[in-house]
């Protein structure tokens, strides 16, 4: 706290020109101008902070414009419908992708968040303090620290090859006597290893966004108050009754908002995509599903899309990006606008929960 | 959490002890079929639970399997004849088509785009956090604060693009060229722009958190020293939230070295050790992607030496996590 006095008297070397002027040096510093000059550097902080912030409403408003202007005139209908294509840039769709990260998106959901909020129910409210349990925590930080892309090998070694444990001298193949390149589960046929399938890719992902899910849903959890627990148990409800029939349902918003979060944060990966192999140039759908009409004709595409090959929006936009030519860079940046409107769609979603939940007055 | 601080630790909850789900039960035993259903049901969560740490283990074991010690059959990269550690190590040059696998040329190529992407982010970063901890009204961070949200939920791929068709072409270019310098179109400055603006909502939001645990007290025993707002924020608020700050710093790092897209799209794929921004570089990401794509043959030590990067990646980022946790663990202690 001291610099200023201490400085001043000995500052002449590096004073503005205004301080010399106004004052001699030496004498009667600690009055205007050592003032002045604490304002005007009082000021410049923070107009540089202030910049700082607002820059990134800049960043923000830059890329929005030069996007929508890369794209302008490409985001319509025939957009939305028609497959990709190597060979004619300019009719190039993203029909695909859609299928594929909508598939995705299902599959997510249905995996991470009966796990995440299993695991977070787990931590909050069974969980003791023993080893295991500090070691879940301090896990789950790490696990949120390592990069997709890891998370995309392991997919790729786990989910996609499967150790190579059933190539054809795999472990599984030698253990058989034979090859084994499926599974027939009540009617459906599972490929093994899953290969470039929905599934992986699924799979993955949720790996991925599971630590933001389990932290997610655990402060919803710690968000409700005892009292509520409390008084279930005192009803005479077992643990898992109360959990089940109070804890969750007032705790659903906060859960539900950061599933949202976490799933929208899912959609837009591609670097794990790129290594469970999401294909490129891509022109089909998981199950044949094209149109929401094709469900009726087709029931069994449903049951199949999820060991399907697949492209997704994301994977769509980086094959693009990568290819010269203007009609390919333009399809990208169309194909952005339609993930980030998808996004925003989903981010406002679970703003609108999280308002709705707060106006409500939290319980 | 430990227990004191559950929810169910209050005084009226009956007491939480290491075998759990038996000794809530207040009233007589409920039926059998309910205690087999609480039985099972804390199982499945247990598993769920346990679901992390087998993903961290299955991470290890596939890094380590196929990169130190096969396991499953095959040859782990460093099992092969034709790879040695020592190279690996010390090595500047990564040329696999003669096995040529020197690990500095794509940490340099890294390093590079991590350490623009620090210069950039890393002051906007904190500027925006000050600003927003001490400077902003409330009315004013009502509106920051969404905007930083928006921009930390825009996939990579998008800044990746926004890199390589926008920055490279309408600001690198042009103004390095006037300068008289040769600008690749894939080059490490774009893409360490990139990622440095991919980083700031992270360091903003982080050190903000830092900044606003200080205690009040501290601020306003540098106001009745007579100091101005710039001095209690630059001199009290914000040494007093360096260990928070530092800490926000390094997760933002580790993620600047985790990026994947915007390099892959940018940064160009030409490994090397130089220190030159406007031209290609490859980083460790970059060049896992670029063997995924190039369809190596499964089992080749090609195809093994992108589990040797990643491991290296891995390792990398799990260290500046941890440090990180730990000197975040520390300020904690202080104001708590």
């Not at chain 2, 300020?331 to 708590?336: A, D, H, I, S, T």
Request: hydrophobic fraction near 50%.
């Amino acid at each position: 706290m001291s610099g200023p006095q201490q400085s001043s008297p000995i500052f002449p070397p590096n004073s503005s020109q205004s301080d010399a002027s106004t004052t001699g040096r030496g004498s009667s510093l600690i009055g205007n101008d050592v003032g002045n000059r604490r304002r005007r550097l009082g000021w410049m902080f923070e107009a540089v902070c202030g910049g700082a912030a607002w820059s990134s409403l800049a960043m923000l408003a830059l890329l929005l414009v030069s996007i929508v202007f890369l794209s302008w005139g490409r985001v319509n209908w025939e957009f939305l419908t028609s497959y990709d294509s190597s060979v004619n840039p300019a009719k190039a769709g993203v029909l695909a992708g859609l299928w594929g990260s909508f598939w995705l998106m299902l599959l997510i959901v249905g995996i991470s968040v009966p796990v995440g909020v299993g695991a977070a129910v787990y931590l909050e409210e069974y969980a003791s303090n023993t080893w295991y349990t500090r070691l879940i925590r301090i896990n789950l930080a790490n696990l949120a620290g390592v990069p997709s892309i890891v998370y995309g090998i392991l997919g790729l070694t786990a989910f996609v090859r499967m150790f190579g444990l059933f190539d054809p001298n795999g472990f599984v193949s030698r253990m058989v006597g034979g090859n084994v390149d499926a599974i027939r589960l009540a009617g459906v046929k599972i490929p093994l290893p899953f290969g470039p399938a929905v599934l992986s890719g699924a799979l993955t992902l949720s790996l991925l966004v599971l630590p933001v899910v389990i932290v997610a849903s655990q402060e919803a959890l710690r968000a409700v108050p005892g009292s509520i627990r409390h008084a279930s148990l005192a009803l005479g409800a077992t643990r898992w009754q109360t959990i089940r029939h109070q804890v969750l349902p007032a705790s659903i918003s906060g859960i539900l908002t950061g599933v949202i979060l976490a799933v929208s944060r899912a959609v837009g990966e591609t670097a794990p995509l790129v290594m469970v192999g999401a294909a490129v140039f891509y022109r089909r759908t998981p199950g044949r599903i094209e149109s929401p009409m094709d469900v009726l004709q087709n029931p069994g595409g449903l049951v199949h899309a999820p060991f399907d090959d697949y492209t997704a929006l994301p994977m769509t936009i980086y094959s693009w990006a990568k290819e010269p030519g203007a009609d390919y860079q333009q399809a990208a940046a169309a194909g952005i606008v339609v993930l980030l409107a998808g996004l925003l769609l989903m981010n406002g979603l679970a703003i609108t929960i999280r308002n709705r939940h707060e106006s409500k007055g939290g319980h | 959490m430990s227990a004191p601080d559950g929810p169910n630790s209050q005084p009226e909850a009956a007491p939480r002890t290491q075998r759990g789900v038996q000794d809530w039960r207040v009233a007589g035993r409920p039926a059998l079929w309910v205690r087999l259903q609480e039985r099972l049901v804390v199982l499945g969560m247990f598993l769920c639970a346990s679901l992390s740490v087998v993903t961290t283990i299955g991470i290890l074991f596939v890094l380590f399997d196929n990169t130190i010690y096969s396991f499953t059959g095959g040859s782990a990269f460093f099992q092969r004849e034709e790879v040695s550690v020592v190279e690996f190590l010390t090595g500047t040059v990564w040329h696999y088509e003669d096995s040529k696998y020197g690990v500095s040329a794509l940490i340099c190529g890294t390093m590079l785009v991590a350490g623009i992407a620090a210069l950039v982010g890393l002051p906007t970063g904190l500027a925006s956090a000050v600003y927003l901890s001490e400077y902003a009204s409330p009315k004013l961070r009502r509106i920051l604060k969404p905007i930083l949200e928006i921009l930390a939920g825009v996939p990579t791929v998008v800044y990746g693009y926004f890199a390589l068709l926008f920055v490279t072409p309408y600001f690198v270019k042009p103004v390095f060229e006037s300068l008289g310098f040769r600008v690749e179109v894939f080059n490490a400055l774009s893409a360490g722009i990139m990622v440095g603006v991919m980083i700031v909502p992270m360091v903003c939001s982080l050190s903000e958190d830092a900044l606003r645990a200080v205690p009040r007290s501290l601020r306003e025993a540098g106001y009745a020293l007579g100091a101005t707002k710039f001095d209690v924020s630059v001199r009290v608020v914000v040494p007093a939230a360096l260990s928070g700050i530092i800490a926000s710093f390094l997760l933002a790092i580790s993620r600047a070295v985790g990026e994947t897209m915007i390099v892959a799209l940018a940064a160009g794929n030409m490994p090397q050790v130089t220190g030159n921004a406007l031209g290609p570089v490859q980083t460790m990401t970059a060049y896992i992607v670029n063997v995924t794509e190039s369809e190596v043959a499964v089992g080749t030590a090609e195809y093994e030496s992108l589990y040797a990067v990643a491991l290296m990646l891995f390792l990398l980022t799990l260290v500046m996590n941890i440090i990180s946790q730990a000197v975040m663990r520390r300020y904690r202690e202080v104001y708590q």
